[in-house]
């Protein structure tokens, strides 16, 4: 299995001088099975020029979306794809909570004629959408895709894909650790900290061993400060998350749309300074592609 980012940008996408370095698509990553199943994770606007890089016909694409905040989603019209009869789009999701529709509903919004140009009606490839539930894995292709419930202030995915090769990543979309909302003295504190433990140990579980972890990491520790309740955790916290769950590599991703990459090194720099983990730490960069059998047990 190997993957290839084209979009790591946060929020709102920032084309420009100042982030030509390491892109300023929203999130994308293309992954391709050791049997050539192309899996899609999440459709930013990085998804448009992935899209111009598909040059088989017919095509049969896999996109699964952790959750349907527009930069995740806002590239799914203009994934070309779906305008050329022949092609099967697979799009996968969670089930809302509050309005109890599935993943089709990112479309149904986008394709609406005040928003977009171009009707449903008019996509000419075979466009499904199926419905995921939280810890049950599905198969596509050779590889095994099971989604686990991350925190943030929409219903959120993150994705573990193990393909028969034997390697495996782990993305988590947008990503805040749970924190205690109650003082320690508070009553309620015990039980909400059982509860966040309970979780944590959960996802750890579910990235454990990948030999890639992509993570949220929006935040240094000063701006999250500031940032409590925004869904997006910290480069700290993935670090940790990292050597938690005994990933071989990490990629940082998600970066604040106002960091410059001459910003996004220097904090990375102050990463690598402090030297606070063990396992290989990268920043996301748009157009890098790795094979993740050539990911050993250390480098």
Same mark, same amino acid.
């Given at each position: 299995?190997?993957?290839?980012?084209?979009?790591?940008?946060?929020?709102?996408?920032?084309?420009?001088?100042?982030?030509?370095?390491?892109?300023?698509?929203?999130?994308?990553?293309?992954?391709?099975?050791?049997?050539?199943?192309?899996?899609?994770?999440?459709?930013?606007?990085?998804?448009?020029?992935?899209?111009?890089?598909?040059?088989?016909?017919?095509?049969?694409?896999?996109?699964?979306?952790?959750?349907?905040?527009?930069?995740?989603?806002?590239?799914?019209?203009?994934?070309?794809?779906?305008?050329?009869?022949?092609?099967?789009?697979?799009?996968?999701?969670?089930?809302?909570?509050?309005?109890?529709?599935?993943?089709?509903? +990112?479309?149904?919004?986008? #394709?609406? !004629?005040?928003?977009?140009?171009? $009707?449903? /009606?008019? @996509?000419? *490839?075979?466009?499904?959408?199926?419905?995921?539930?939280?810890?049950?894995?599905?198969?596509?292709?050779?590889?095994?895709?099971?989604?686990?419930?991350?925190?943030?202030?929409?219903?959120?995915?993150?994705?573990?894909?193990?393909?028969?090769?034997?390697?495996?990543?782990?993305?988590?979309?947008?990503?805040?650790?749970?924190?205690?909302?109650?003082?320690?003295?508070?009553?309620?504190?015990?039980?909400?900290?059982?509860?966040?433990?309970?979780?944590?140990?959960?996802?750890?579980?579910?990235?454990?061993?990948?030999?890639?972890?992509?993570?949220?990491?929006?935040?240094?520790?000063?701006?999250?400060?500031?940032?409590?309740?925004?869904?997006?955790?910290?480069?700290?916290?993935?670090?940790?998350?990292?050597?938690?769950?005994? +990933?071989?590599?990490?990629? #940082?991703? !998600?970066?604040?749309?106002?960091? $410059?990459? /001459?910003? @996004?090194? *220097?904090?990375?720099?102050?990463?690598?300074?402090?030297?606070?983990?063990?396992?290989?730490?990268?920043?996301?960069?748009?157009?890098?592609?790795?094979?993740?059998?050539?990911?050993?047990?250390?480098?």
């Amino acid at each position: 299995m190997k993957f290839k980012f084209w979009g790591v940008r946060g929020s709102i996408a920032t084309p420009g001088p100042s982030t030509v370095k390491y892109g300023g698509n929203t999130t994308c990553i293309e992954v391709t099975s050791s049997a050539g199943d192309l899996i899609i994770l999440d459709a930013g606007t990085g998804i448009h020029a992935l899209a111009q890089s598909l040059q088989k016909h017919p095509l049969t694409a896999h996109i699964l979306i952790t959750h349907t905040h527009w930069d995740h989603i806002q590239g799914l019209p203009f994934f070309l794809p779906m305008f050329k009869a022949g092609n099967i789009i697979n799009i996968y999701g969670g089930l809302e909570p509050l309005t109890h529709q599935g993943i089709e509903r +990112a479309m149904h919004v986008q #394709l609406q !004629h005040s928003y977009f140009p171009i $009707s449903e /009606a008019q @996509l000419k *490839a075979e466009v499904r959408y199926f419905t995921l539930k939280a810890g049950a894995s599905i198969t596509v292709g050779s590889v095994r895709v099971t989604p686990t419930v991350l925190n943030h202030p929409v219903y959120n995915f993150g994705y573990r894909l193990d393909d028969v090769d034997g390697s495996s990543l782990f993305f988590t979309g947008d990503y805040e650790p749970q924190l205690n909302p109650y003082q320690p003295d508070h009553p309620g504190y015990p039980a909400m900290q059982e509860l966040i433990e309970q979780k944590h140990e959960e996802v750890i579980a579910a990235m454990a061993g990948v030999d890639a972890l992509i993570m949220d990491s929006s935040y240094t520790d000063a701006e999250y400060a500031n940032r409590h309740g925004w869904g997006h955790g910290t480069y700290r916290s993935a670090m940790n998350f990292a050597a938690q769950a005994g +990933a071989k590599r990490l990629f #940082l991703t !998600h970066h604040e749309p106002t960091r $410059s990459d /001459a910003d @996004l090194e *220097a904090v990375f720099e102050s990463l690598l300074q402090a030297g606070e983990s063990d396992v290989w730490v990268g920043l996301a960069r748009e157009g890098e592609e790795f094979e993740l059998l050539d990911f050993g047990a250390s480098d």
